[in-house]
């Protein structure tokens, strides 16, 4: 089989899209022929001139990107034109003809589905990565008639499309042949439980860049609100425009950007992630801080990715607001750290989200699409965690 992958960011950068694309690459069945269509980027361990022997085959070339307030990205997708000028210059390149030759393409980039536009019958296989427009279900008549105009310009190739679990409800279209709900994964060998260093302190951790949609616009005014309450540690650890207000923050102890081992550490030795981003469609720094022991309170704009979790009582989503956070927390720092049984926590995200078990379900989930291609037939993977929910796992407080 030829599987060809279109990313929207080149895949040694430091994003969640990135790293699913490194995981899954790190993981693809013996046999698999795969081409890599990236903007240009740090060097890869990769030849760009690969093949199946040696690796996938990475091609980089300069693609355009469609981010920010809906009337800017109006202007950049239909008035300017850059993605539609980027594409045409692919295609001048002999890019489209290689993309076509595949069995199977898969997009971290919506957008370049055009690139396929006449490129004949084939599985062509958005995804929830970057963005849903185009896509989504809408109600919003104006946000509906936005989506239509880029998937009609856009997206009239493809005819499959992956989601995370939050976003089944994209999946409603009648023309996607091809459905997939999976979601990512974590290096579960990694992230796992450790020793708390807190001396009895409840050790409170948050992790992401530092910016509002992040959490930021909650967090920092939770942290002035927890001034001169002891019983805790509150770590903080990433980088962005905001970190100067977090330095500000004398209850705040800021690490700054972190190694992938100190990533590790930080999340082992910690008690419960604070996570009130507004942003993610799939959250790995709750995965990773799931996998690692700690209990989660996620904003409940993640309900649907981490349901199991919350039935598990491994997590709570919250509602996005300053109160609701200080109050949860002003609990769970009376009580001070309980023991839970985190290794057990540990076990299940190993079961049900190590990578291994994700690539494997993801390209079993490109075989059946490729399969049911070949007969006329449509397909669909659906999700579930494999492992049955055990008896539900004590709170940090109890």
């Known amino acids: 089989m030829k599987a060809s992958f279109v990313?929207?960011?080149?895949?040694?950068?430091?994003g969640g899209s990135q790293r699913f694309m490194r995981e899954i690459v790190r993981r693809a069945p013996a046999g698999l022929d795969i081409t890599i269509l990236q903007p240009p980027g740090p060097e890869s361990a990769y030849s760009r001139e690969g093949s199946p022997s040696t690796g996938p085959r990475v091609i980089e070339a300069s693609m355009a990107g469609v981010s920010g307030p809906l009337p800017r990205r109006i202007y950049?997708?239909?008035?300017?034109?850059?993605?539609?000028?980027?594409?045409?210059?692919?295609?001048?390149?002999?890019?489209?003809?290689?993309?076509?030759?595949?069995?199977?393409?898969?997009?971290?980039n919506n957008l370049y589905a055009r690139l396929l536009d006449g490129a004949g019958d084939l599985p062509v296989i958005a995804s929830a990565h970057a963005s849903l427009s185009g896509l989504?279900?809408?109600?919003?008549?104006?946000?509906?008639?936005y989506d239509l105009l880029v998937r009609r310009t856009y997206m009239r190739s493809v005819n499959g499309l992956h989601v995370f679990p939050k976003f089944r409800g994209a999946l409603s279209h009648p023309w996607l042949r091809y459905r997939m709900v999976l979601p990512n994964g974590v290096d579960a060998?990694?992230?796992?439980?450790?020793?708390?260093?807190?001396?009895?302190?409840?050790?409170?951790?948050?992790?992401?860049?530092?910016?509002?949609?992040?959490?930021?616009?909650?967090?920092?005014?939770?942290?002035d609100g927890l001034q001169g309450v002891g019983g805790y540690e509150f770590h903080i650890a990433g980088s962005g425009s905001l970190e100067g207000e977090v330095r500000r923050r004398r209850n705040a102890i800021y690490h700054g950007p972190v190694s992938d081992e100190e990533l590790a550490r930080l999340y082992g030795e910690s008690d419960v992630l604070v996570y009130p981003s507004r942003l993610d469609t799939y959250s790995l720094v709750v995965l990773e801080a799931l996998s690692s022991g700690l209990h989660v309170l996620a904003s409940d704009h993640l309900r649907g990715n981490f349901d199991d979790f919350e039935r598990l009582g491994y997590?709570?989503?919250?509602?996005?607001?300053?109160?609701?956070?200080?109050?949860?927390?002003?609990?769970?720092?009376?009580?001070?750290p309980q023991e839970r049984d985190r290794e057990a926590q540990h076990r299940y995200v190993e079961a049900n989200y190590d990578w291994k078990v994700i690539a494997a379900r993801f390209y079993g989930c490109l075989e059946k699409f490729v399969d049911a291609h070949a007969r006329?037939?449509?397909?669909?993977?659906?999700?579930?965690?494999?492992?049955?929910v055990e008896s539900p796992a004590s709170s940090p407080s109890g």
Request: aromatic residues 8%.
């Open 189 to 223: 060998g990694s992230f796992r439980p450790r020793r708390s260093s807190a001396g009895g302190k409840l050790r409170l951790l948050f992790i992401s860049h530092l910016e509002y949609g992040k959490g930021l616009d909650v967090l920092l005014p939770l942290l």
């Open 76 to 108: 950049r997708l239909f008035v300017s034109r850059d993605v539609i000028r980027s594409i045409d210059a692919l295609r001048r390149s002999g890019v489209a003809e290689e993309l076509a030759r595949s069995d199977i393409v898969y997009l971290f």
């Open 376 to 388: 006329g037939e449509r397909a669909s993977c659906d999700w579930e965690p494999a492992t049955p």
């Open 136 to 145: 989504r279900a809408a109600s919003n008549p104006i946000q509906a008639a």
């Open 315 to 336: 997590l709570e989503y919250l509602p996005r607001s300053v109160e609701a956070f200080r109050r949860r927390l002003m609990d769970l720092v009376r009580e001070g």
């Open 7 to 14: 990313l929207v960011a080149n895949m040694w950068g430091p």
